[in-house]
């Protein structure tokens, strides 16, 4: 049985977290997602940290995107990260060093890339995926399974209005 977390109600007291009321910032979807993300982030960081993929936004979805889509250019990769090209030029450049993928000039159009997982890549993108699941099952098990849909229907529709917002 998940644990249970009190249901915390817009019109009920101030949260107070440490001792502290967080002032404006109980009201504010930003602080609440950037808190998430640290946490999420974290340890997702220790469960991968046998891998050269630990603690590097970005280098996960580039992996996987890869592995499932040969031939991906970097612009589509950086256009699903909601980054620009330089940074995920970065990410892409750490991938290839490592060795989990190459670059292939395209076929079509000589001035772009392709981008292709390595066997070592997909070995990486397996182990990933696992511990992705893994993840979603354990970190997130106070989310009840008839709330799961509608919260990941949410967070969907907020990341494809961002993209629109960065457009």
């Known amino acids: 049985m998940p644990p249970t977390t009190p249901d915390i109600s817009p019109d009920g007291p101030p949260l107070t977290l440490a001792g502290l ?56 990769i950086a256009e699903v990260l909601l980054r620009d090209r330089p940074a995920t030029g970065r990410i892409i450049d750490a991938l290839v060093t490592s060795g989990d993928l190459r670059r292939e000039t395209d076929r079509g159009d000589l001035r772009a890339q392709s981008l292709f997982v390595t066997p070592k ?20 098990d106070f989310i009840a399974p008839q709330d799961r849909a509608q919260f990941m229907r949410m967070l969907k529709r907020a990341y494809l209005n961002m993209r629109k917002k960065l457009e």
Do not use: C
């Not at 936004?57 to 889509?69: F, H, P």
């Not at 997909?122 to 979603?136: D, H, P, T, Y």
């Open 21 to 76: 009321q967080i002032d404006v910032l109980e009201g504010a979807f930003s602080w609440y997602i950037r808190s998430l993300d640290f946490a999420v982030s974290n340890d997702l960081d220790r469960r991968m940290a046998h891998l050269d993929m630990a603690k590097g936004k970005g280098k996960i979805t580039a992996v996987l995107l890869v592995d499932r889509y040969p031939g991906v250019r970097p612009s589509q």
């Open 121 to 140: 890549g997909q070995a990486l993108a397996n182990s990933v995926r696992r511990i992705i699941q893994e993840q979603e099952r354990e970190f997130f």
